[in-house]
């Protein structure tokens, strides 16, 4: 059965619905944020806003307050829910290294002693053009690619992440190019919900002081869920407030978080800032662009690179086809180890072995001379100065070739000659 491709994501996220919902691993927080919401709504409604329906004028203008709160709680959890379960710029990884050219690093291995070792390793940064500015880019092991610029590995998802800006945990996810204008939209709608509740309650306080012409504290004791909503709503506002203001900053400058704490350190120059306007019209006013995963794609098979077969494993054929015979591929072989051999020793085991021929040669005829000495026939009478000559001349032994080639002249004449006098004088000796 064939697997999609959320079913095989070598990510850490979590995939719900067959792949249509992706989440971050630490999607198992959001529950805890949505409860974080959604709770103090729920107390405000029924505590304070059933209250106030007819505090206003005209009589049932009252109701606004319930049904405001009730359209703010809602649109910021659908706001968070959209940050959550959507893909947040994934880079798509790669199955094998990039077609670079890669540099070869020797290092010595431990089990081989001194013995050399040769590791393909790729450049760990590269340079590209962004802006007229030279950028340099870092390669990412885990995912087999050089990152874009303002791309980065989130090491809590294990992708690497488009404009990357941080991981949220309250979200549980990463925030990058695809929801970054959904995440400042939910801490900003959040703000306005804090500042809602917040007032709201307060004004509910103030109607009960006039009402009965109470005190601050009566009015606050006849109302204890208005004074917890007021508190909690502060100690919300300096965390989502906070982080309103800090992205507005970032937005207007054109920065990330991650950026932003890393510049800082490193005093590096923003070179992707176009003014407040041009940045803020490129969060906001531009199309976001689709996923580059489908996740729920059928995974396809990987066609294995084509390798070459090896000596041994190679069959002896020749190019028409046919087999060759066992001979044939048996000499093939040797005259493959002998191309191995260096020329030099080539020439020397050529000299040495016509030596050896001329001095078998040579004992073969001295076994002649005196076998004909042994064996001397009547009719036949023998110079023995020239057997002496010719036994002298057949101990010559040649002069070795030399290596060089253009040598035309060598012993080998001189031998043939002595050869042939030692043979004219015998058949003279013999008549």
């Known amino acids: 059965m064939e697997k999609r491709v959320y079913e095989v994501w070598k ?16 999607v198992r927080s959001l529950p805890v944020t949505l409860l974080l919401i959604s709770a103090p709504a729920v107390v405000f409604c029924i505590f304070v806003a059933r209250h106030l329906r007819h505090a206003f004028y005209p009589y049932d203008a009252g109701y606004a307050v319930m049904v405001a709160a009730v359209v703010f709680t809602v649109n910021v959890l659908t706001i968070l829910f959209i940050t959550s379960a959507r893909d947040p710029g994934i880079i798509p990884r790669n199955s094998r290294p990039p077609d670079e050219e890669p540099h070869h690093d020797s290092s010595a291995s431990a089990e081989g002693g ?18 007229g500015i030279m950028v340099r880019v870092k390669y990412c092991s885990t995912c087999m690619l050089y990152r874009p610029p303002r791309c980065s590995h989130c090491s809590i998802c294990n992708n690497c992440v488009e404009r990357f800006d941080h991981h949220c945990p309250w979200v549980g996810q990463c925030i990058g190019v695809r929801n970054y204008r959904f995440f400042f939209m939910f801490v900003s709608s959040a703000t306005i919900l804090c500042i809602y509740v917040f007032s709201m ?22 109302s204890p869920p ?27 400058t054109n920065q990330t978080t991650y950026e932003n704490f890393r510049h800082r350190a490193d005093n590096r120059i923003n070179i992707y800032d176009h003014g407040c306007v041009s940045n803020f019209h490129e969060v906001f006013c531009t199309k976001v662009n689709p996923s580059k995963n489908n996740f729920r794609a059928f995974v396809q098979e990987e066609v294995p690179r084509p390798t070459l077969p090896s000596t041994e494993e190679a069959k ?25 051999i260096p020329q030099p020793c080539i020439i020397e085991a050529g000299e040495d072995l016509s ?21 001397d026939p009547p009719h036949i009478t023998l110079d023995v100065e020239s057997i002496t000559l010719d036994h002298q001349a057949s101990m010559i032994e040649p002069d070795p070739i030399p290596s060089s080639c253009g040598n035309g002249s060598g012993s080998p004449e001189i031998v043939t000659d002595l050869r042939t006098d030692s043979t004219v004088t015998t058949e003279e000796a013999g008549e």
Request: aromatic share 10%; hydrophobic share 35%.
């Open 226 to 252: 208005s004074v917890a909503l007021m508190a909690y709503c502060f100690v919300a506002l300096w965390f989502v407030g906070g982080l309103t203001g800090f992205h507005l900053y970032l937005i207007g």
């Open 316 to 340: 002896a054929e020749d190019p028409g086809g046919e087999p060759r015979s066992k001979v044939d591929a048996e000499i093939e072989e040797c005259d493959d180890l002998l191309l191995k």
């Open 11 to 26: 990510g850490s996220n979590k995939f719900f619905l067959g792949g249509r919902l992706v989440f971050g691993p630490d």
């Open 355 to 375: 030596k050896i021929s001329q001095r078998h040669d040579d004992e073969e005829n001295d076994k002649d001379i005196h076998s004909m000495e042994d064996n």
């Open 114 to 131: 001194n013995r050399q070792t040769s590791a393909c390793q790729f450049p760990r940064t590269k340079e590209v053009m962004v802006n």
């Open 201 to 222: 309650s307060a004004f509910y306080i103030k109607v009960l002081m006039d009402d009965n012409h109470r005190t601050i504290w009566e009015a606050m004791k006849e």
